[in-house]
């Protein structure tokens, strides 16, 4: 499975300010996607980063909210703008496995804290 | 959209017994159920999965069941030992192409007891 790694791994951050988070494949994926989990909760996909276009947002998040980059097939960047303290959760991207059907992996996750 | 259900939320069994766990899905064209297993502080690790043409699939101590009529699947886990504690997440997924993102269930806490 492809090698997957985020930066930063954790932050703690104001209210009102934003962060982006990195995500870095070790090889060329079509398919990134970036999900939070709440403390304690299952996870929630943002979007569907694609590259070369506009991200594809679900149903209650926005991309003034949470914009997002996919320069390359390699490389995805997820921002919360405007941060709350309700955005404290763990954000997570993932990748399509090359050559799989539909197998996805995960990042180990950035876990913000936002006061 | 799909809509994924999971139980139970916790269970606690015994080493050695067995585990079960299970889920439905609304969106009868999904067609692709992984589970994972996520440790505390960890990401969730895949841990088996089944597509749609097939109705079980066994990887040692692990197995998937599917039954596409009634929408649901569930996973076993037998002779279970203290280091599968942990959170189990079923999802589902239209799969392939565009249209590859899981829709997860709620989760179910894990604990085996030595």
């Known amino acids: 499975s492809a090698v997957i790694s985020q930066k930063p791994s954790r932050d703690i951050c104001q209210r009102g300010t934003s962060l982006t988070i990195q995500c870095q494949v070790d090889s060329q994926v079509t398919m990134m996607f970036w999900y939070r989990q709440q403390p304690g909760q299952s996870l929630t996909l943002i979007a569907t980063a694609n590259q070369g276009s506009e991200a594809t947002y679900e149903s209650g998040f926005v991309i003034d909210k949470f914009p997002i980059s996919r320069p390359n097939l390699t490389f995805s960047t997820l921002t919360v703008s405007n941060m709350s303290p309700e955005d404290s959760s763990i954000y997570l991207c993932?990748?399509?496995?090359?050559?799989?059907?539909?197998?996805?992996?995960f990042g180990p996750g950035t876990r913000l804290t936002v006061l | 959209g799909e809509n994924v259900e999971q139980h139970p939320s916790t269970l606690s069994v015994q080493e050695g017994d067995s585990a079960v766990i299970k889920c439905t899905y609304s969106?009868?064209?999904?067609?692709?159920f992984p589970w994972y297993k996520q440790e505390l502080g960890k990401r969730p690790q895949l841990i088996i999965d089944i597509r749609s043409n097939v109705g079980e699939k066994k990887d040692q101590r692990i197995a998937v069941t599917l039954n596409k009529t009634a929408k649901h699947f569930s996973l076993h886990i037998t002779e279970t030992q203290p280091e599968d504690s942990a959170v189990y997440f079923c999802a589902a997924s239209k799969g392939g192409g565009s249209q590859g993102n899981l829709i997860f269930g709620k989760g179910t806490k894990l604990s085996v007891k030595p």
């Open positions: 993932s990748v399509v496995g090359g050559g799989s059907y539909n197998e996805q992996f």
């Open positions: 969106d009868s064209a999904s067609n692709y």
